[in-house]
């Protein structure tokens, strides 16, 4: 995982442990969008997970025990896109 520096905001870091992982999930929609982005931050850039990988990098970057809903938003957030079976991922480019 990406262990540079990223930036935090005082909201979120409320959701953060010591160790930078996601405590609870926010409620808030505008919350989980910055929740979501800081988990794409940490993910590496470049390389292709099948599902089990990815679950298992989620469950290292969180401690509520839900990796599956951090799956499915990355995707629907449009940080992580998928083949069509749905058995690969991969970090979506940001456009330039």
């Known amino acids: 995982m990406s262990e540079a520096k990223i930036p935090v905001s005082e909201k979120l870091s409320r959701y953060l442990d010591t160790e930078g992982r996601l405590k609870n999930w926010p409620s808030r929609r505008s919350d989980q969008l910055d929740a979501l982005s800081y988990l794409a ?56």
């Open 41 to 96: 931050a940490r993910l590496p850039s470049d390389v292709e997970w099948s599902e089990r990988e990815l679950n298992d990098l989620l469950k290292s970057l969180h401690t509520f025990g839900d990796w599956a809903l951090l799956r499915r938003d990355l995707y629907d957030a449009r940080l992580l896109d998928r083949s069509p079976d749905g058995r690969r991922y991969w970090k979506v480019r940001p456009p330039a």
